[in-house]
């Protein structure tokens, strides 16, 4: 090859990496064909609280699954208003709603024979009164999708699951009797925490975790004892129900405290976890894998960083817990461990 080819080619190569870095694909929600009558409400406003509202996930384009930033043309806000005007009519009352968005990614991965597509959404509706707001019902769910092409599909569902979620409320009122100010409602988070165990002490209880549920609340299932090597934790033995004491898999258990240090147990091992602004993080490696309904599982694919890195490898995060059901949100990404 000559060397003006030669060069003509590497221009070509970094154009066409910069085109599939640069690529997005448009996400709308699909306007819902029926009316519900006598609706509470005729009117939504939108409060993004996502940690990066720039976009929602990476999906995977055309035959060579070319990764593609998810983006709305449209801002949310503005569909959302469309979605509660063809679901309204002149039956509805005067009640407006917020629609708080908290979590909204898209992820695919490519397997042997097929791809798997996942849609994750964490949203809450509020009825609004004044400058008063009360929360009417919540939602916190995975989708999954798997197919030879799954964008589409995922991207059907995805908007499905949103009109639905205003449908089924606008007939509903308040279910709290609680109060909030729009401050408050941006400021969830740190409310919700409030009523958790584990974000309101100093001194973690020692002990064996098996789920989130236990870590959270504090009450844990079992006494350990540890092995350490190299300042690492090496083994971890519980008392089973015989009295007798037994290896624990981490990748059975959630957690585990030891000398008032809080660790995350994952399949790798244990990672200390570290308590900053209101929020638990650990670095460690994760895999690109998720188990069908595994919410925790499904959460490793969304966070700020927003993307994929490939289905078969491993790299260390940052990773911060989600108060609400224990998943791990990446944050970024440390380094790569192969």
């Known amino acids: 090859m000559s060397k003006s080819l030669l060069i003509q080619w590497f221009i070509l190569l970094n154009c066409f990496t910069s085109y599939s870095q640069n690529r997005t694909e448009d996400f709308e929600i699909a306007l819902p064909e029926q ?50 005007s063809s679901l309204t009519d002149s039956t509805g009352k005067n009640g407006e709603l917020l629609f708080q968005l908290r979590q909204f990614n898209f992820a695919e991965i490519t397997g042997a024979v097929n791809e798997k597509g996942y849609c994750y959404l964490k949203a809450a509706l509020y009825s609004k009164t004044r400058d008063q707001y009360q929360s009417i019902s919540s939602i916190d769910t995975v ?61 973690f209880s020692d002990g064996l975790y098996n789920t989130y549920t236990s870590f959270k609340n504090q ?22 129900k015989m009295g007798k004491a037994v290896k624990v898999k981490a990748k059975d258990i959630y957690a585990i405290v030891y000398n008032g240090q809080p660790f995350i147990a994952t399949e790798y091992g244990y990672y200390p976890l570290q308590k900053m602004n ?42 911060k817990i989600d108060h609400s059901n224990g998943g791990f949100i990446r944050m970024k990404e440390i380094k790569n461990s192969n």
């Open 219 to 240: 009450t844990s299932d079992a006494e350990i004892s540890v092995n350490m090597k190299d300042e690492k934790i090496f083994s971890v033995k519980a008392l089973d």
């Open 35 to 84: 009316k519900v009558q006598n609706s509470l409400y005729n009117k939504i406003s939108f409060l993004d609280s996502r940690d990066d509202t720039t976009y929602m996930g990476i999906v995977q384009l055309g035959a060579f699954n070319k990764k593609a930033k998810v983006i709305s043309k449209i801002p949310l806000e503005a569909q959302l208003r469309k979605v509660m």
């Open 278 to 319: 209101d929020d638990f993080f650990f670095t460690g490696r994760a895999k690109v894998t998720a188990k069908t309904g595994d919410v925790i599982a499904a959460s490793f694919f969304f966070g700020i960083i927003g993307g994929l890195i490939a289905s078969n490898s491993e790299a260390i995060f940052e990773m």
């Open 143 to 203: 989708i999954l999708i798997k197919s030879m092409d799954v964008t589409r599909a995922l991207f059907r569902n995805g908007s499905k699951v949103i009109s639905n979620f205003i449908e089924t409320n606008l007939l509903h009122e308040p279910g709290s009797l609680n109060y909030y100010s729009y401050n408050d409602v941006v400021n969830m988070d740190s409310i919700e925490k409030r009523s958790i165990a584990v974000y309101n002490i100093s001194k």
